[in-house]
């Protein structure tokens, strides 16, 4: 169909440099994190104060070392969760999952496949959707995260919690945090225009307890209250 | 496990040339699942997100447009921003586990992990796409016909890594379709596109999930090149969606497995050939200015 044409100097075309989200800024220098006791079962950490550390990889400029957390070694994670600066101190292979409901104690969050399967786990980074057994705590480094305990306003109800309330949406509750921070997405998204529209996008959220007739009521109740606020 | 967490290219090059071994990350939907349940225990994991190159995509100037699109770039962006100009490489996105999957996942990741079912391959290898790999050594084309290797096996090199897809802008109808138990969150059962090349009176098919790589059906790409009445309106005849459907089967070299049995993979790519087929040639019709 079409052959190949010389690609003289293509590849490096446009090369962009990192936008917010991914930058490198709110990366912490803790490859210079200490193991204090080796034999501790907990690894106790001191992590580089950001002055001292940030000096030491400003002045690698040029340098192509890359930062590096060594097997066993925890690295500090700051985070923006539901508005507030946290910080977690963890081993690489956490996931932010397992950061925010053992570490930082927020349990809404659910814990259903650990595989990407269920949505159970799906909280906002950066306002996107996302499964957060399928991303690792260090991978975040500085992004907001918004869980289901972030939606209410004091005793005030998100728009999408009074919904699936309103509709009965829900029977174990245990899919109800992943459905419900997927619904706001979803009407952030726009893709409420039909039922069928609805389902497709909520796609990525399972419900054991197959409360998807009710849930996409709650979901088109929810986004038309918010039209008519709007309005 | 070692955490390598470059911000440059040169430096994900420079760590993935120092360690080998070292598993590289961007969306995280494949790999978190091997490493969460203990199916992978790399000695490193590289974290490409940081990587702010690999996150962009961009048109090569001239008439005869081509995307070099990131290999960083996440399936809802290709979805929203080049559904357009790469319109089979889009409908193989949209299928892609669902929309929480489809905002982190990347085609770079796709080809890091060349799954024999992964939904873009039968896309790029219908649209003659090249895959931009890189090391430390220099930058390389790959033609996707030469990329995929076998069973998760591709052509990197040890020290290099998927930087981009090279992908000609679509100057025909483009088709993907894909069967799976349900239409969101699914491995594919079996997948298949097609691409028309009405100019040039040529055709190309591939198929996924149906042999130990994707691969494309040469017999009936040569078959429908051969057979299409091209310029000429009106639908195809029966026959003759019936036989590309036929050669389709039997370029594929499938296994029984949970998802489905050879015999059924075999069936289904036949449907699902004649199926895009006669889209794609609506498409065409509605397209061409003779039969307006």
New interface residues.
């Given amino acids: ?2 052959s ?2 010389p ?1 003289g100097g ?2 490096d ?7 917010g989200e ?3 800024e709110a ?1 912490m220098p803790t490859r210079r994190t200490v193991l204090v006791s080796a034999g501790a079962a907990a690894a106790v950490t001191v992590a580089a104060g950001k002055g001292a550390g940030g000096a030491a990889w400003a002045s690698a400029a040029g340098d ?8 066993g070694e925890s ?1 500090e994670v700051a985070l923006s969760v539901n508005g507030q600066r946290r910080t977690v101190t963890v081993e ?2 956490v ?1 932010l999952l397992d950061a925010l409901r053992e570490r930082l104690g927020l349990t809404g969050t659910k814990k259903g496949c ?4 269920c ?1 159970a786990c ?1 909280v906002l980074v950066g306002g ?4 957060s ?4 705590a ?2 975040r480094q500085g992004a907001e995260v918004t869980t289901v305990e972030g939606l209410a306003s004091g005793d005030e109800l998100h728009p999408v919690q009074e919904a699936f309330i309103r509709h009965d949406a829900f029977q174990c509750g245990g899919c109800t945090p992943g459905q419900i921070m ?1 619904a706001v ?2 009407i952030d ?1 726009g893709h409420t225009g039909s039922d069928a529209e609805i389902r ?2 909520m ?4 419900c054991r307890c197959a409360a998807y007739q009710n849930i996409v009521a709650a979901v088109q109740d929810a986004a038309d209250a918010g039209k008519k606020v709007r309005r | ?7 440059t ?4 090059l ?2 993935k040339a120092e360690r080998p071994g070292a598993v590289p ?1 961007a ?3 494949d790999v ?2 091997e ?3 203990d199916h992978r225990r790399p000695e490193a ?1 590289l ?1 490409l ?5 690999l ?2 995509w ?1 048109r ?1 100037s001239g008439s ?1 447009g ?1 995307i ?1 699109l990131g290999a960083g770039v996440p399936y ?1 962006r290709v979805i929203t921003e080049l559904g357009g100009r790469l319109p089979g490489l889009a409908m193989a996105s949209r299928t892609v ?5 489809r ?2 996942g990347t085609v770079g990741g796709n080809l890091g992990s060349a799954s024999p079912a992964g939904d873009t391959h039968p896309v790029l290898l219908v649209t ?1 796409a ?1 895959v ?1 790999v ?1 090391s430390v050594r220099g ?1 390389r ?1 790959i ?1 996707a016909t030469e990329f995929y290797t076998g069973v998760k096996r591709n052509a990197l090199a040890p020290d290099e890594l998927v ?2 897809v ?1 992908l ?1 802008e679509a ?1 025909g109808p483009q088709q993907f379709a894909k069967v799976g138990t ?4 699914v491995i594919a059962v079996c997948s298949f596109a097609l ?1 028309l ?1 009405p100019d ?1 009176a ?3 098919a591939a198929i996924g999930s149906a042999a130990p790589t994707p691969r494309r059906a040469v017999a009936a790409e040569r078959f429908l090149a051969e057979e299409l009445p091209w310029g000429t309106p009106g639908p195809l005849r029966d026959s003759l969606k019936r036989r590309f459907g036929e050669l389709v089967a039997e370029a594929t070299e499938p296994i029984d497995d949970v998802r489905g049995t050879a015999a059924y993979r075999r069936h289904a790519l036949a449907v699902l050939a004649r199926r895009t087929l006669t889209w794609a040639w609506n498409d065409q019709q509605e397209r061409s200015p003779s039969c307006a």
């Fill in positions: 169909m079409r190949d044409e690609m293509f590849a075309d446009a090369l962009v440099p990192a936008d991914h930058g490198a990366f192509t070392r890359v930062r590096t957390v060594g097997a690295v690489p292979r996931t650990d595989r990407g399967e949505g799906t996107e959707r996302i499964k057994c399928l991303t690792l260090v991978m997927s997405a979803c998204e497709e996008w796609s990525g959220n399972l | 496990m070692d955490f390598l967490r470059p911000t290219l040169d430096e994900a420079a760590a990350i969306g995280g939907t978190m699942v490493l969460n349940f994991l974290d997100t940081g990587v702010g190159e996150a962009e961009s090569s005869d081509e070099r809802t586990g669902s929309p929480q999957i905002n982190r003659g090249r931009e890189a930058t084309l033609p930087t981009a090279h000609p100057t349900r239409n969101a969150m691409a090349d040039r040529a055709a190309r």
